[in-house]
């Protein structure tokens, strides 16, 4: 991996969990239209903020060393697109939630694709290669 591309990686990854540690809470409070899905349930807020909190942090842990924390990395980038694939679907057959299609979908599919973009894919599975 070249030494742009990791420094670009580490950058993505701290910007990342930033954004998932203080950067939720304030988007879902000053644009809840496009960050909170109803019906308004503080028990499932607390919940998602709990869990992408978590990762946010792990994200930040991972900066440091990307290409020994490449199956975080990835599970991020899945599991954001799954996220953002469900509530795609959602927004498009519950038209009240519609501005979602403008708030967090295309925010959880952007960040797949940076860290996709800049992380390296292993050279062989460790399922696969010789011994």
Do not use: C
């Not at 203080?22 to 499932?44: C, H, K, M, Q, T």
């Not at 869990?51 to 975080?72: H, K, M, Q, W």
């Not at 797949?112 to 599975?125: G, I």
């Amino acid at each position: 991996m070249s030494p742009s591309r990791l420094r670009a990686l580490r950058y993505a990854l701290v910007v990342v969990g930033l954004i998932f540690v203080f950067g939720v809470y304030p988007l879902i409070r000053i644009w809840p239209s496009g960050w909170r899905w109803a019906p308004d349930n503080e028990l499932y807020l607390q919940m998602i903020l709990g869990i992408y909190a978590t990762l946010g942090v792990f994200l930040i842990l991972a900066a440091r060393d990307p290409e020994r924390n490449l199956s975080l990395i990835w599970f991020t980038v899945w599991v954001n697109l799954v996220h953002g694939g469900v509530m795609f679907v959602q927004a498009l057959t519950h038209p009240e939630h519609r501005m979602h299609l403008a708030g967090d979908v295309p925010a959880l599919w952007l960040t797949s694709v940076v860290l996709a973009v800049l992380t390296p894919r292993r050279d062989a599975s460790p399922l696969t290669a010789t011994k």
